[in-house]
């Protein structure tokens, strides 16, 4: 395998020879032709555009310097408004009437609907019995007082006379 290598003297720069350089008056890198060399430092070169002589800068050297040029411009930190969270909407709670009727469909669970006692003022009733009205259909008795219970049904509670 034949490499074809460039000898040290084609990449050897010299006097009379153009080399990459940065121009300042063009304030670019461009061809130059070197004028001067110290060793084998290029020390003078001439603008193959503007003509002008002057001092070797390579062009990576003035890139470099560039970069370095403090760059004052900080990134203004876009403001990034921490859009704040969405109150979380008020979980609205259901209508009476809807909870009561989740609350009797719940207590009525697997109750036996045929062991339900039909409902008369005369009803003994304890809290927990299954009753059966007329008027509101199955109700769950929650509490008796004085005389009173207080059913559940579908359509809510019920105050009933009992125990008369
Ligand atoms: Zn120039």
Same mark, same amino acid.
């Given at each position: 395998?034949?490499? #074809?290598? %460039?000898?040290? /003297?084609? /990449? ?9 350089? +940065? ?8 061809? #130059? ?10 020390? *003078? ?10 001092? &070797? ?10 970069? *370095? !040029?403090? !760059?004052?411009?900080?990134? @203004?930190?876009?403001?990034? $408004? ?16 809807? $909870? @009561? *009727?989740?609350? +009797? !469909?719940? @207590? ?5 609907? /045929?062991?339900?006692?039909? &409902?008369?003022?005369?009803?003994? $009733? ?9 008027? =509101?259909? &199955? ?9 009173? @219970?207080?059913?559940? =049904?579908?359509?809510? &509670? %019920? ?6």
């Amino acid at each position: 395998m034949t490499l #074809h290598r %460039k000898t040290a /003297a084609d /990449a050897r720069p010299s006097v009379g020879r153009d080399c990459d350089a +940065w121009c300042s008056r063009c304030n670019m890198a461009l061809e #130059h032709t070197i004028i001067a060399m110290v060793g084998l430092e290029i020390v *003078r070169v001439k603008c193959n555009t503007c003509n002008s002589e002057h001092k &070797y800068k390579s062009a990576r050297e003035a890139a470099l310097g560039a970069e *370095r !040029t403090p !760059t004052t411009k900080a990134k @203004s930190k876009a403001a990034t $408004a921490a859009s704040a969270p969405r109150p979380r909407s008020a979980v609205s709670a259901p209508p009476p009437s809807n $909870a @009561s *009727r989740l609350l +009797w !469909t719940r @207590s009525m669970g697997d109750r036996d609907r /045929a062991k339900a006692l039909a &409902y008369t003022p005369a009803l003994v $009733a304890s809290p927990g019995s299954l009753i059966d009205h007329k008027q =509101f259909g &199955y109700g769950i008795v929650d509490a008796v007082i004085d005389g009173k @219970s207080r059913v559940l =049904f579908e359509d809510g &509670y %019920k105050v009933l006379v009992t125990g008369r």
